[in-house]
Structure formats: C-alpha cells, structure tokens
C-alpha cells in the first residue's frame, strides 16, 4: 500500500507559502488532497514488551492533508497489532471511513470534521490521532503558529525523555544504556514480564549496580499472570522503582487495585486506560496512582489531554507514553506535552533517535542531552521526508 491520490506535489512544493494576491491563505479554505502511505520502518533489534513482540520493522500509516493554498499538514497512525489495532484497520479506517468526512471540507472546521470522523468507524483510535495531528498541523501552518499555541499555549520548552530497554539480549541493551548515559538520558524504563521473573531481577540487580545515575522505571505490558502476579511485582518494588506499570491485563481493574494496595511504589496503568471513559472508571475503582497518556490509543491530542487532566484532578500523576512511532508522532506528542501541565513525568519518544534504522523527518526529531526540545514553527514544526516516503511505502 502506498500513497493513493495522484498529482500533488511533494511536501513543501507548490503555492504554499504564496503571498501573491488571490492566493487562499486562511482557514476558510478547502482541503482539496488527502494522500496515504502505508510504511515499514526498519529497526536496529527485536524488542519483546510483555504480550509481544516487534522484530525487523514496525508498520505505521502517514495521512498528508493539503489545503487549496497549498500548504500541507501531516499526521501519523502507529499502531501494535496486540495493542491498539493493526496497520491494516488505521489505513482502511482513514482510506474508506474518514477521507468522505475531510476532503472538500474548511481547514477551520477542525471540530466537526473531528466529530464526523469519531462517528464514521468504531475505535481506530491511531487513525483518528493521525487526522487530529495532521489538521492541527495544516491550520498551524496557514496561521503561522506552533501546533502548541493551537491547543492553548506552552508550559515547558523541554520534555525529559525515557529511553525503554526491552531487547532480549541483554548484553546489547548494556550497550545501549552506555551509550544513552552518555547522551545525556537518566530516565529508563524496563520492560518485563516477558521472559521469566530470575531474568527480570538479575537486569535489575545489573543495571543498580553498574548504572546507579538512572532513575528507573518498570513496566510489564499485561505480562503477569493473575495467579503470581502480587508475588513478582512485590519482589520488583524491592527494588524501588520510580513506578511499576500495568503489570496484569487491562480488564483485571480488581486485580490492578490490589496490587496497589499491597506495594509502597507508585502503581500505573496504560492498557487500563485508553481514553477519558477508561480514566473515569480507573479513578473511581482505584486501580492506580498514575496513567500513561498515548496519542494513539486516546485517539488524539484533545482527549489524550482529558486523561491527563482527570488524573491529576483526581491526584494522579500522568507522562508521555509512545507506540512504536517515528518522529512524526513524537512531535505530535511533544507538542501535547507542550501544552499539558499535568503531564509531569517526561516522555517517551525515543524510538526516532535510538530504535529506528531511520527515520522519516527531513531534520533529526529534536532530542539531544536527554530531553526532547518542543518546536516552535509553524504546525508540527518538522516535515518528513517526501523520499523516504516513497521509498518506505514500497517496501511495505
């Protein structure tokens, strides 16, 4: 699957920076073209997280709006099969349910367009999210304004990022904490539950004694079973970790709000908690002291928001969470996280610098000494790379 609509130019080509008299420049105007692509990003090693695995690539959709001024905006759909949805579902969601509802619309009618689009298909939460980012990035950048000041302004330049260590072989991810300690990172977060309780504790008991300047994080992705599961998270928070996240399937709501009550390290969930209907129910059953807020799987920057806010009213914490995603997404969350004061525990948007063979950005997603700078031009900030497009989308 590749790019669909014939005939547009390739990103940053054509009047979109126009100032000639008679060129559309406002939010009044049509989105004429809606192109799709359907990539396989490479990966530099396999990564086992809990209830799966991600090996040789990871498969996102990339949705390019343009508006008849010419400007484009751009939205990514990451998926995980066992997570979220498949790449197949966020393509035919945006090909066959969504495109009716965008095209031929105002760029300034970003809520009803949003609103149709919920209404077109059940769940498909990352095609939505994809929508929702490339809409805010093509009125970004008509109106000249960062997709932050879009959602209502900035509370922090940088972001703190966590780098997840999740390869089967260890001996490479003793590599790469050398290597992001270098660069400046002192967030990890450790993925377990996948390959046996003596494994998990002796990286534990490696990384305490050999990285001591990392604050740690674990998270078993649903991997635990409901029968050991309180024995072997009591055993991880022996080690105390910053949290522990979402160590059971996400419908054992009971099982999550006993291991709670039974551990002195903050407990969070992520597969619990999709989006604001999730986070209701998480709050009134307490099943944890914090929430991972995803732009895929809440369906977008506006209702990932609403997590993050019901948390915190409800005295929770919140950070930035990622699928597997290239640097497209991550600046969809950055600039979320931007605009978000209640996410207060970093992000986790790594993957384009540490994970990818190669991302599809024109320019390096901006994270250097381990925080994630949030840009300030126009929409996303960042275009991809028309290119690495084409070239990824035929391999897929």
Known sequence: MGRLSAGLEP???????????????????????????HLA????SRRDHGIGAVEGTCEIVVLRLTAEGGQNGWGEAAPWAVFTGSPEASYAALDRYIRPHVVGRRVGDRAAILADAARAVAHCTEAKAALETALLDLTGRIAGLPVWA????????TIPLSVSIANPDFDADIDLLRRIRDDGVRLIKLKTGFAGHAFDILRLERIAR???DFEVRVDFNQGLEPGDALARVRDIAAFSPAFIEQPVR?????????????????LL???SVFGPEDMTRAVTEGIADGVSVKIMKAGGMGRARAVAQMAAAAGMTAYGGDMFESGLAHLAGAHMIAATPEITLGCEFYQAQYYLAEDILEAPFPSQGGKVTVPDGPGLGIRPDFDKLQHLANAA
């Open 11 to 37: 990103a940053g080509v054509g009047p979109a920076n126009s100032t000639s008299e008679g060129t559309v420049s406002d939010l009044d105007q049509t989105i004429i073209g809606y192109d799709l692509w």
């Open 210 to 212: 050999d990285f001591p």
């Open 250 to 266: 996400s419908h054992h709501f009971g099982l999550m709000r006993e291991i709670r009550s039974a551990i002195q390290v903050p």
């Open 150 to 157: 879009l959602l209502g302004g900035k509370c922090r330049d």
């Open 269 to 271: 969930a992520d597969e």
């Open 41 to 44: 990003l490479p990966v530099v």
